[in-house]
């Protein structure tokens, strides 16, 4: 799998990743056999990055890849995590002594010593701008509990705000076929920084794997369920913000761009990796034949200018009046 520069970490991760939120929570019940076969299934198909945060399945998801890394070692694996969301969203919360609570939680779940990068979990847009926040993780670095940190971001402007922060390694935010917006601004000035970004939500909630329809119900406890309108957090981490109906109509329309060699997830991820600063993208898996066909997506052809004017065009006309302005 080809590697790329994980911004300034000073390591190189494979261009597609794994989204370890379905192993934790919220994406209906994932026993801990099916987890660990994704992370198997992963990481013998070349991904050597995994994404996980401590509130999937409050520290379920850590734990499940800390057991994984235990049995079957972590050479040459980076495990990023995210910390801030187990507190009231109050910028007073993001505390020297809060994280190192956090993160030395962390450290017991995924079994290290030293954490590979710990991202701010989409905190308060204040957090970004406050000194003190970011001198407390540079204390965390000097103290070896972390390697680099970085942040996961919400809105465009949070993006660049971090970006412009010399510690700051990576940015991880929401890019796919239905989320253009990064791509003018935020990829060009990650870029020019040496910033990593990490693309997440790839699929847009899986709407881009081209599997569902109308009449495609979610379990209770599944968040493409209870937040459908932004009742529990963001409404742009469910479907990208676009309303579900609208995003099968656009599936519908990119369909006919998709090779016939190809998935439509694979087109969809392939089409996060031809973007210029990206570093790697973070599809999520609930079995082992995902993981596999989402690594697959990093041997197929770049996308032709024909099917790029396609996205753009299937984005402008269904996509942009609902998210273009918001994120």
Known sequence: ??????????????????????????????????????????????????????????????????????????????????????????????????????????????????????????????????????????????????????????????????????????????????????LDEVLPAAQRAGVGIIARVPLASGLLSGRYDEHTTFAPDDHRTYNRSGEAFDVGETFSGVPFETGLEAVRRLRPLVPEDETMAQFALRWIIDQPGVSVVIPGARNAGQARGNAAAAEVAPLSEEALAGVREVYDELIAPHVADRW
């Not at 399945?57 to 079957?72: A, P, T, V």
């Not at 954490?115 to 670095?141: E, I």
Request: aromatic share 6%; with cysteine; hydrophobic share 40%.
């Open 1 to 182: 799998m080809e590697q790329r520069a994980l911004g300034r970490t000073g390591r190189k991760v494979g261009v597609v990743g794994l989204g370890a939120w379905q192993l934790g929570a919220d994406w209906g019940e994932v026993d801990e056999g099916q987890a660990l076969a994704v992370l198997a299934a992963a990481v013998e198909a070349g991904i050597t990055f995994i994404d996980t945060a401590d509130v999937y399945g409050d520290g379920r998801s850590e734990q499940l890849i800390g057991r994984f890394l235990k049995s079957h070692g972590g050479d040459g694996i980076t495990v990023a995590t995210k910390m801030g969301r187990r507190v009231p969203q109050d910028p007073a919360e993001y505390t020297l002594e809060h994280f190192r609570a956090w993160t030395d939680r962390s450290r017991t779940n995924l079994g290290v010593e030293r954490l590979d990068l710990v991202q701010l979990h989409c905190p308060p847009t204040p957090v970004y701008s406050d000194d003190a926040v970011f001198d407390a993780l540079d204390t965390l670095v000097a103290e070896e509990r972390i390697a680099a940190y970085g942040v996961s971001v919400e809105t465009r402007a949070e993006a660049l705000t971090a970006i412009a922060r010399p510690g700051v390694a990576s940015v991880q935010l929401i890019l796919n076929m239905l989320r253009l917006g990064p």
